[in-house]
């Protein structure tokens, strides 16, 4: 990974936290069996992760990720919920510290969009999943986004987004190539497919609001605009008012797509 564009304020991680196996992996559940060793590569606060636990149990979760900071709550999240079958480790996915054939199941979720390299990082979870199990990973796409309606002040802020993340070395449209890396990675048994998010509700849309309309004033990403030219700190304010009034909108929906690999090792 080289810059983890969102950062990990509390807009980002309310994100992270809503994610479970049910709303974000739910492709991979067939592939999900008592005993199974799994690798969850990017766990973030680990609210995937701790239902991958209870798939897999009397099997074990090893949960990893390149923020040493975000693990420390996730364990602490596993240890309140009484989940003891869960490791936690600071990993990067372009060089995993674990032996050849080491689990069943290795899976990412958002994490190919930011990676420096996005076919090492299959590689590497290639590398270490045992013959016959799965590599499975699920990442947005977000030139598929789409909203309604479009309030004026809310529409630059994709482009922002865009301009970010690719200057830190991430593919923000990640959902529509995962098919293309897995195949330049060396798999040959690959199912692909697609699953929707989307936020209609009034409780809903003022959540997705605060997060995403909440980063473009308040994360990571809302400094590296500034500071990369990309953005002013007007042009943010202005960005999350539009993100609010479309909240606002009686018939405000947002969809989120998204790309899922599952590949045979």
Same mark, same amino acid.
């Given at each position: ?189 690959? $199912?692909?497919? +697609?699953?929707?998010?989307?936020? /209609? !509700?009034?409780? *809903?849309? &003022?959540?997705?609001?605060?997060? @995403? ?8 990403? $809302?400094?590296? +605009?500034?500071?990369?030219?990309? /953005? !002013?700190?007007? *042009?943010? &304010?202005?960005?999350?008012?539009? @993100? ?22």
């Amino acid at each position: 990974m080289n810059v983890y564009t969102h950062g990990h304020h509390r807009t980002v991680l309310s994100s992270h936290r809503w994610r479970t196996v049910e709303n974000s992996a739910a492709y991979l559940i067939p592939h999900l069996r008592p005993g199974a060793a799994v690798l969850d590569v990017g766990c973030g606060p680990g609210t995937i992760t701790a239902g991958l636990a209870g798939r897999v149990a009397p099997g074990g979760v090893t949960a990893v990720d390149a923020a040493e900071g975000v693990l420390a709550e996730a364990a602490r999240a596993a240890a309140e919920q009484g989940v003891q079958n869960v490791r936690f480790a600071v990993a990067d996915v372009h060089a995993l510290e674990y032996p050849d054939d080491s689990f069943d199941v290795v899976h990412a979720h958002q994490v190919l969009q930011h990676v420096a390299d996005p076919v090492q990082a299959l590689r590497e979870m290639r590398r270490v999943c045992r013959p016959g199990g799965v590599v499975a990973a699920r990442d947005a796409d977000y030139g598929g986004m789409f909203w309604h309606p479009a309030p004026a002040a809310m529409a630059p802020w994709r482009d922002i987004y865009y301009k970010v993340a690719r200057g830190n070395g991430g593919e923000p449209d990640a959902g529509r190539r995962l098919l293309g890396w897995a195949r330049q990675a060396g798999f040959t048994d690959i $199912a692909s497919s +697609a699953d929707i998010w989307s936020y /209609a !509700t009034p409780e *809903e849309r &003022e959540w997705w609001s605060e997060s @995403w309309g909440g980063r473009m004033i308040h994360s990571a990403m $809302a400094d590296q +605009a500034v500071a990369g030219g990309h /953005a !002013t700190r007007a *042009e943010l &304010e202005s960005a999350y008012a539009g @993100w609010k009034e479309w909240a606002a909108a009686e018939d405000g929906w947002f969809a989120v797509p998204h790309g899922e690999i599952v590949c045979r090792a």
